[in-house]
């Protein structure tokens, strides 16, 4: 996910030189080598941030296909594996929404390597996993650090990304998460399957991406001049246009319902697949964690190109996967469960892009920053109060029974969506705070 961004202006002819004209005026003249010199640094910027927020990400998805290792060598139950994703995703909620604004006054720079160090940290506490605290403290560090990457590390791609094509900037900075997740989820699971150390090298091997990540943004430029008040900044503003209120209602009923789901997935399917689909390969699981991540950055462009009432397909289609989904589970059928993964994750793409889309339909500079604090209270909110209710009835109901609840909910927010999806009011003669 990626934090709100405050996109600069190149003042490109201050720059330059002045030049009289015939006239007796004065145009700016940028030297042709100067911004040649310019193009190249803010082209490395550009990659250094794109390569970190992929390393956070893939840090991030690499934890999930260990679950199974941890509860087979370490007891660990699923209703403590379901707390380390509450832990992750308060802890990343807390983060955006104190510190989403910071790097606008420090600097990008110095948020985005706080940012990589809070995940190493993270990694080298995982590399003596023997106790659910342990695991649970290293993904609160990591959602700590995913957090304040969201907001420094996707806001350094937009300043730093060329002019052309116009779309690279908001694909980079959004798609990028979900590809880190996915790398992660399946490098994990190849070298937990295939290579030395299962429980250290994935580990080891982010570290030395998060690294790397920290030095290509150490060398280089800073592209936001620091500035007062990053003490008021702290202050989270939580607040949507009145103009868009009432679509606010069917947004939250898309993010809860598909944020939940996602938990779900980095909780309780490493033991669905290996306990109803009699598989306990770890590089499977990563596939799987993959295959609902991956096909959403796919269905993000697609929602882009509807209009925001464009929330009931993605929410029916959603839907249809849940049923593939609780389909596979009662007949143990893999195959099936990865097809519908796959499809209830490009659907979720393409819900959450025409609800973000219409709450953020004519908003203005500072309208931004409050109203994507309310996307990320709303999702992460789906991601934590449902983890958290379902690690309580882990001793109760089993994993395939929790995945009806999931379900059910996916129902409730499918049926509310087609029934009050509307599109943001057009009436230009509005005033656009109105």
Known sequence: ??????????????????????????????????????????????????VSLVAVFAAVGST??????????????????SLTVVAYSAATLSTLLVLGRLSNHVGRRPAAIASLGLLVLGCLLLLNVHHIGILIAGRLLMGLGAGLASSSLTAYIVDAAPARPTWLASVASSQT???????????????????????????????????????????????????????????????????????????????????????????????????????????????????????????????????????????????????????????????????????????????ISAATRGLLYGSTLHDRAPIFAVVYLLSYSGATIPSLIAAQLTSVFSVPHIAFGYGALAVLATAFTAIAARNPHTDTTSRPND
Request: net charge positive; hydrophobic share 50%.
């Open 1 to 50: 996910m990626a934090g709100h961004v405050d996109v600069p202006t190149r003042d490109l002819p201050s720059a330059g030189m002045v030049q009289h004209k015939r006239d007796g005026s004065m145009r700016h003249v940028t030297p042709a080598t100067d911004l040649g010199r310019r193009d190249r640094t803010l082209r490395l910027a550009f990659l250094s941030a794109v």
């Open 64 to 81: 999930i296909p260990l679950f199974n290792i941890y509860r087979a060598e370490d007891g660990f139950t699923n209703a403590g594996i």
């Open 177 to 351: 998460v979900m590809l880190g997740l996915a790398v992660g989820a399946i490098t994990s699971g190849a070298l937990v399957q295939f290579g030395p150390w299962p429980r250290d090298l994935i580990y080891l091997v982010v570290i030395g991406l998060l690294l790397l990540s920290a030095a290509l943004v150490a060398i280089s430029p800073e592209t936001v001049t620091p500035s007062p008040g990053g003490w008021r900044s702290l202050r989270p503003s939580v607040r949507v246009p009145v103009r868009v209120r009432r679509l606010l209602p069917v947004a939250a009923a898309v993010f809860l319902a598909t944020w939940a789901t996602g938990a779900f997935y980095q909780a309780f399917v490493p033991a669905l697949v290996e306990e109803q689909l009699h598989t306990n390969s770890s590089l499977v699981i990563g596939l799987v964690f993959a295959a609902y991540m991956g096909p959403s950055a796919l269905g993000a462009p697609l929602g882009g190109r509807f209009s925001p009432a464009a929330q009931r397909v993605g929410m029916i289609g959603f839907l249809a996967g849940w049923v593939g989904i609780i389909t596979a589970i009662t007949t143990g059928a893999l195959p099936l469960f990865i097809a519908a993964t796959i499809v209830a994750g490009a659907a979720q793409g393409i819900a």
